[in-house]
């Protein structure tokens, strides 16, 4: 007999597979038989961040579609590798030396940058352990990194292409600034949220008309001294007389125009805007449409700079703020000041309030990329799912700005560009190179770096060997399907399908898998302010409360904060969290994974899951424990297979067509939920069961059938529902395999289960179903009169007998019956029992009844009914309910009328039966 354990033990399966996986080279692209290919893109993690619950939940989706077409024979590749994470990663290495009294600056750039080479060697892998323990199946042998020497080289060559292209260029425009950070940043990179202020209301004098003023409201009055004009609606008839007049700015000698833009909203404030362009994006379009010439007034640190006045310079622009205020109250020009709630751009790595700046920055240019990029999903070449992403993605494509790709940081790719003493730049693959084309040994290269999404957006090519032809791009590109977040459709999504068809001629995939976001249990954004982030190896290894909360209250410098979390967490899990197992884990992510939205991730469904891995586990054992040491194989089909091993043979075969179907169409919600039912309800629940009656039988054909179905049945259970649940099914399918002769190393590259049309039994169907509902109805008498489940009763049923010969056995066994005795319908008429009907059949336990206690629970019911027939006559009889409410309101009320006293009328009956 082969040994399986008593319980299931997720960790000491899982620490023995994955390396025996990794080792035997099983996640490596196996030649195709189809001569087929299929390959995703992992979304490249920050290199040294850990994984979260986006990512696991990501990731198990992306997995489960790997070892699906692996399994069905596809050439399968699931691209690893990680970001370098400019901003995130070159933080983290700052404050590290910032704790040891260093600054990058003292250090220098080459210094710095042996630093964050060090960071990352020590501290990159551990997302990738990470993503191992959730059974993550990559191709770790072509692990890329991009900033490593062959993706390097692709950024370079992109870029130097752009510029020959005339599609990439350098110019002062207008972009998000970190001041903490000096460096512009991308608008995914920048938090707006809520806050409360001020509407301050400054009066601006009106040239030539002496104790006139021009009412401006603003949130930010420190920004006057680069105001170039006031603005009103043309709409406006309060200001009509003032257009074109001039107004002289306060705490300057500078007068501006009044002019006139669509742009303003006649209904906010007192319907006259400061236009300040070098410091707000809309003031700047303004600016552009009036060909006004922007005044900067910041410097990088956010101070203000020599175009202010003398007093005003190197002062901070909070601290300007209050300055300016108090000055312009002196001078009587502050008209009003009220509370006003407004949106603050912060940094997300920093929270600095963002400032817009003019700066020299390299841009790209995307008119053309947008039009390719637009027309591409438009014809279908690629697809969202679910399709209402496709309307967000046209949005911003027909919206679009030049893309700002540079950065003011050190760790990144720096940009391959030189200057001469004049200033004139020379794009270069290298140094020698722009040497060669300025003619000039003296040349000095760009200090900026590309923006981190520059390099990320030529991930689906750059990782398969371009700009070399290599045979890895001709066989995975365009890779099949992107799964990823809404949050990074503008900035990842549509630059990959631009750079790639521009660069390549293909499109980077076929269809785009949006997920939603993972959510607490209460539907809450998990956040570590909120103090509501699971982190995934947690819920799989488990983790003590007071761990729990050291975790999720670490480096919160809110006293009372943290102590509200504490609280929390303690309320939530009393005893921490226990240890689920990666599959358990898997398989609820999967579960979640309905279209088109968030998810809220319960551990009560967790655990759900956990309970289903040990039906798994318990159900193999009982299999195993039923195959005789003599019987080592069960490769002969048997000669003829009994109802029971039809019925369960077609519904394994229809789930196998269901859980398919919905594979292809990336429904993981109804695949994993039509795996649960079949292992669960049909196999487990039923199958089992009714196969004891069978086992017990003296038909040693009958005895071989039902081994044979127990066997091939489980085996190809564990082989569909492994892309789910990797761990587990491995374990379980080594035992089992060789019972039913498959000797393949590993079920990952064991053939996935097909459906096959002559398998689909609709006669063997009907009559299990049929099976069900008599099993059910006996259930349900027995639990009517309180039966024991020791106490065995006869069964008299009325009905053709001929159907039910067939199982008769097996409804005695799941009905805990003594025996099933046909009667005609006169013999039931005659009793007191309950009666039940199924179909064309009536059943009824013989027990013998407690005459006095059987009177009371029937008269109980009778008074019950008696007070819903007195509720329903007084309805009846009030003629506003008759004359008011809808005639089928009024025809229901009279048939439930109609069935209330049907019921009393039998009740009545069967009291009379019992007394006589």
């Not at 998000?176 to 209301?201: C, I, K, M, R, Y």
């Not at 709409?235 to 700015?249: A, H, N, P």
Request: charged share 25%; aromatic share 10%.
């Amino acid at each position: 007999m082969i040994e399986l354990d008593k319980s299931f033990d997720p960790h000491s399966i899982e620490s023995c597979w994955y390396p025996f996986w990794e080792k035997e080279g099983l996640f490596k692209a196996q030649e195709s038989v189809s001569n087929s290919s299929y390959a995703i893109l992992l979304p490249p993690p920050n290199v040294t961040g850990t994984l979260h619950m986006g990512h696991a939940f990501q990731h198990t989706l992306m997995d489960a579609l790997i070892r699906y077409h692996r399994m069905r024979g596809d050439k399968t590749l699931w691209q690893a590798g990680t970001d370098h994470a400019g901003i995130a990663t070159q933080i983290v290495v700052e404050r590290q030396l910032e704790a040891k009294g260093l600054d990058r600056r003292t250090l220098g750039r080459e210094q710095f940058l042996d630093k964050v080479w060090q960071w990352k060697e020590h501290s990159g892998s551990t997302i990738t352990r990470q993503m191992r323990r959730m059974g993550s199946s990559c191709d770790w042998d072509r692990e890329r990194f991009t900033m490593d020497e062959g993706l390097s080289r692709a950024v370079n060559e992109v870029f130097v292409k752009l510029y020959q292209q005339g599609l990439i260029y350098r110019g002062k425009r207008l972009v998000n600034w970190d001041p903490v950070l000096q460096t512009a940043v991308s608008d995914l990179e920048v938090v707006s949220e809520e806050e409360s202020g001020f509407l301050w209301h400054l009066r601006y004098p009106i040239v030539n008309q002496p104790g006139k003023y021009l009412e401006v409201a603003t949130t930010r009055p420190e920004t006057l001294f680069g105001d170039v004009a006031v603005a009103v609606n043309p709409q406006d008839e309060r200001y009509q007389s003032l257009i074109g007049q001039l107004v002289q700015l306060p705490l300057t000698d500078r007068q501006i125009p009044i002019i006139v833009d669509e742009y303003v909203d006649s209904s906010f404030g007192t319907g006259c805007v400061k236009i300040t362009p070098a410091h707000d994006f809309n003031d700047y379009q303004v600016g552009h449409r009036h060909q006004l010439t922007p005044i900067n007034i910041f410097t990088k640190e956010a101070t203000l700079n020599d175009q202010v006045p003398k007093a005003y310079q190197g002062l901070d622009r909070f601290v300007a703020r209050k300055k300016v205020l108090e000055e312009i109250e002196a001078q009587g020009l502050l008209a009003e000041s009220k509370k006003h709630t407004l949106m603050v751009p912060r940094g997300d790595r920093t929270r600095s309030v963002i400032e817009p700046m003019l700066s020299d920055q390299w841009f790209v240019r995307m008119e053309g990329f947008a039009e390719q990029a637009l027309q591409l999903v438009e014809t279908g070449q690629i697809r969202f799912i679910p399709e209402n992403w496709t309307n967000t993605y046209n949005h911003w494509l027909t919206n679009i700005q030049d893309w700002c790709i540079s950065r003011q940081l050190w760790w990144g790719h720096r940009i391959p560009a030189w200057y001469d003493e004049k200033g004139n730049i020379y794009v270069a693959h290298n140094e020698d190179e722009a040497k060669t084309l300025a003619s000039n040994d003296s040349l000095i290269q760009d200090e900026d770096v590309l923006d981190t999404w520059f390099s990320s957006a030529l991930w689906p090519f750059s990782t398969l060997g371009w700009p070399d032809q290599t045979e890895e791009l001709k066989t995975y590109l365009p890779t099949n399907v992107l799964v990823t977040g809404f949050d990074i459709i503008f900035f990842w999504v549509a630059r990959m399908i631009m750079m790639t068809s521009h660069f390549t001629g293909k499109i980077p995939f076929k269809e785009v898998y949006i997920t939603g976001l993972v959510r607490d249990a209460h539907g809450q954004k998990m956040s570590k302010s909120k103090g509501n982030i699971l982190d995934p190896i947690d819920i799989i290894d488990g983790i003590d409360l007071e761990s729990l909360i050291a975790k999720r209250t670490s480096n919160l410098m809110d006293p009372k904060q943290a102590k509200a979390i504490e609280k929390a967490t303690r309320s939530e899990f009393p005893k921490g969290i226990s240890s689920f197992g990666t599959d358990a884990l898997r398989f609820t992510f999967a579960s979640l994974a309905t279209h088109g939205r968030d998810i809220k991730f319960d551990l009560q469904r967790c655990e759900g899951y956990r309970n289903f891995c040990n039906k798994i586990w318990n159900a193999t054992r009982y299999v195993l424990m039923n195959i005789p040491d003599h019987e080592i194989a069960f490769t002969t089909p048997p000669a003829k297979l009994n109802l029971i091993d039809r019925w369960m043979l077609s519904e394994l075969n229809q789930s196998i067509k269901d859980v398919t179907d919905n594979f292809n169409v990336y429904r993981f919600d109804l695949a994993s939920r039509r795996v649960y039912q079949l292992i669960w309800d049909e196999y487990c629940d039923w199958y089992v069961e009714l196969a004891k009656t069978s086992l017990t039988t003296d038909d040693a054909d009958v005895q071989y059938a039902t081994r044979y179905t127990l066997l091939h049945t489980l085996e190809t259970l564990l082989r569909l529902a492994h892309p789910f649940m990797p761990f587990i099914t491995e374990e379980l399918w080594q035992k089992i395999s060789p019972l039913v002769n498959k000797h393949e190393k590993s079920i990952m590259i064991a053939s996935y289960p097909e459906y096959q049309i002559q398998l689909s039994d609709p006669e063997a169907d009907q009559q299990i179903h049929l099976l069900k509902e008599l099993v059910n109805a006996c259930r349900t008498l027995r639990s009517e009169m309180n039966l024991s489940p020791k106490d065995r009763v006869p069964l008299y049923i009325t009905g053709k007998t001929d159907q039910l010969t067939l199982f008769s056995q097996h409804l005695i066994h799941l009905g805990k019956l003594t025996e099933v005795v046909f009667v005609d319908d006169q013999t039931l008429e005659n009793t007191t029992a309950p009666v039940v009907v199924v179909n064309n059949f009536k059943l009824m336990l013989k027990v013998e009844i407690d005459v006095a206690a059987e009177t009371i629970r029937l008269n109980k019911q009778i008074e019950k009914l008696n007070a819903e027939i007195s509720k329903a006559k007084q309805k009846l009889a009030n003629p506003s309910f008759v004359d008011k409410a809808p005639a089928d309101v009024v025809n229901q009320e009279k048939l439930r009328l109609d069935q209330f006293e049907k019921q009393v009328a039998e009740l009545i009956q069967q009291v009379e039966r019992i007394g006589q």
